[in-house]
């Protein structure tokens, strides 16, 4: 049918009010496992330190009678460090930007300041998972925390609880001394290669052998997915959910979120913002992330018609004993 003649249509009408929601749809991911799992610490310094120690090796520890006994070599515990660094963002808005009325926020500077401290968040939570190795800094140059992956493992493949996908072997990680120490991580695990619960079982039963009881099995979706199938610790399982606007209804479960082994119960937790290929078997008790400077926001000198305001913190990553942790690395 046709429009009658001179009927008013919307599609040139003027003075039509706008329709815009009052609220603003984001979708990106905020999680941060790691960060929010390991302890909150303070430090006074940009360099900070603490030390470890262990029992000697398992003897045969049998005596003679009326023995006169020499003194067993005293072992001094270990010393480590870390470096703090900082991570920072700038957020300037015109005095006009926060005059006009904005749908969705009251204020554009607070909108933008809170949007970028859940972005400092995820780069934190994706600097302390990867292989960054401490450094220094100096004028010109920032410090860097040394990351995770630089204080697990042994200097000996035999004993060290990183695996290679690739081979199912461990891999050494000795630092600049016997010891991990922030220094260096471990070579690379070698192609992607689909990890099988032989893999899990390996490196979970070395931290069993090192004294470790981690509880956490944190790894990328792609692995999450291995870890559900049949190659680890899954596959589709078919449960009665009752009934259903009159049927019988059944739901496929093929999820695993808890992993129990010989060497101990892992709840499975994905994140989002951990180097491809990797999964961790973690204690949480056994790391810290220490402040020297908790986030702040602090106000900047004004200049012009304008808000300058600057989201800042100071931290690095503390290892009480990173022994008690292990690695599969270039998994899939």
Known sequence: MAVPTNTRETFSAIGIR??????????????????NGVGRGSCDNTTFEWQTDELSSTAANRQIEGNDYASTA??????????????????????TAEA??????????????????????RDMETMLLDGTAKVAGSSGTARESASFCTWIGTSSTSTS???????????ANSGSSTYPDGTTSAGSGGASTTMTLAMVNECVSRIWDLGGTPDIMMC????????????????VVATPRGDIKGK????????????????????????????SGQCDFIDYDLWS??????????????????????LIAEYGLRAKNGLGNGQIKSAK
């Open 289 to 310: 992330v220490d402040y020297l400077r908790p986030f702040r926001t602090e106000s900047l000198a004004k200049s012009g018609d304008s808000v300058k305001q600057l």
């Open 18 to 35: 706008e329709d815009l929601s009052n609220i603003i749809y984001n979708l990106s991911p905020t999680d941060t496992p790691f960060l």
């Open 248 to 275: 019988d209804s059944i739901t496929a479960v093929n999820s695993v979120d808890v992993l129990v082994t010989d060497f101990g119960t892992f709840k499975v937790v994905p994140n989002r913002f951990m180097p």
């Open 220 to 235: 990328t979706g792609t692995i999450k997915g291995t870890v559900s199938s049949s190659s680890v610790g899954g596959g």
């Open 161 to 171: 609880p990183i695996i290679a996908a690739s081979t199912g072997a461990g891999l």
């Open 100 to 121: 006009v009325d904005f749908a969705g926020r009251k204020s554009t500077q607070a909108y933008q300041l809170a949007k970028r401290a859940k972005e400092m968040k």
């Open 74 to 95: 005293a072992t001094e515990p270990r010393r480590l460090s870390n470096y703090t660094q900082i991570s920072a963002t700038q957020v300037q808005s015109s005095g």
